[in-house]
């Protein structure tokens, strides 16, 4: 394993830790409801927005614990989104991360339930923060943020405009109009979050925004790339899942040699933006390639 890898592999094992440390016992009545929300959450993944949360706050020389909070929140809502994602009324999916979807294992009814749960538990999730440190007015800007970006504003806008315009041939400020909200946003939120937690000066946030929102759209069209070329057990989800749902995609719309170019061009953006902040980022330099090259 190269060093990076390295890193990567006990990075990613302590943020399951954190993760893990702020999910629900699976007690009382409503054990069902926990229990599901569990289920998604523990199928794995990346952990991409927690461990960008984490970095970010490493880079600006953040030390205490009041990330941790947010790390978990973030994931919450992400996996909130996957699980309605995967709804029947939305893209009709059986499978996530090679297992079934929270509505094929709980029902559907739970998998609604579930996904407003962790939308809730987040920011319960969140507030944890406030006991961690005297800086609490960065906390509390820090929970607004995670509204904005999740919310009309950030991700569920977008998928508004993904719902209401699929089957729809869609014109390019659409496209950007859905992948800056739907992907893009839920990558700026921890970033941004672990550099405001860190002590960055306004402008430095301005930069990190600017950065995720690149790393977000790059990670998007290469999603769709991937759903064009990696087999099901790769994913671990169903491809041609764009397709299926007649959805406009990067690829569709300008083809596979430009979106590759694209990806490419995006991502070095991005590190170039990176390279403009102060701080050890090697790491998150490699993260951020390793994202936009990805196979799976």
């Known amino acids: 394993m190269t060093e990076f890898e390295q890193w990567l592999a006990r990075a990613t094992a302590e943020t399951e830790a954190v993760i893990d440390a702020y999910l629900p016992p699976e007690e009382g009545h409503q054990k069902t409801v926990l229990a599901a929300m569990n289920y998604s959450i523990k199928a794995g993944g990346k952990r991409l927005r927690p461990l960008f949360l984490s970095e970010v706050y490493r880079m600006f020389g953040g030390t205490g614990r009041e990330a941790e909070p947010f790390m978990a929140a973030i994931e919450m809502i992400h996996t909130f989104s996957l699980i309605h994602d995967d709804l029947p009324c939305m893209d009709n999916d059986r499978l996530r991360r090679g297992r079934p979807t929270v509505w094929v294992a709980y029902g559907y009814d739970m998998a609604v339930l579930a996904g407003d749960g962790l939308a809730i538990y987040a920011f319960e999730t969140a507030a944890k923060a406030f006991s961690m440190t005297s800086r609490t007015e960065q906390v509390a800007r820090c929970i607004e943020l995670l509204a904005q970006k999740s919310g009309i504003y950030g991700m569920i806008g977008g998928q508004t405009a993904d719902v209401e315009l699929t089957g729809k041939a869609l014109t390019k400020e659409q496209l950007d109009f859905i992948y ?82 694209d990806v490419k061009e995006m991502s070095a953006e991005a590190v170039g933006l990176l390279e403009l902040l102060p701080g050890e980022h090697e790491n998150l330099r490699q993260l951020i390639e390793m994202l936009v090259t990805r196979a799976k």
């Not at 893009?184 to 990190?208: F, K, Y």
């Not at 977000?216 to 169903?238: N, V």
């Open 180 to 261: 800056r909200l739907k992907t893009g946003a839920l990558l700026e939120a921890p970033m941004m979050i672990g550099a405001l937690l860190a002590g960055a000066s306004e402008e430095q946030v301005r930069t990190v925004e600017r950065m995720a929102s690149c790393v977000g759209y790059a990670f998007q069209i290469q999603d769709d790339i991937l759903d064009l070329t990696a087999s099901q057990e790769m994913l671990g989800k169903p491809v041609f899942s764009d397709e299926k749902n007649q959805k406009t995609t990067y690829v569709s719309l300008y083809g596979m040699e430009q979106a590759r170019r």
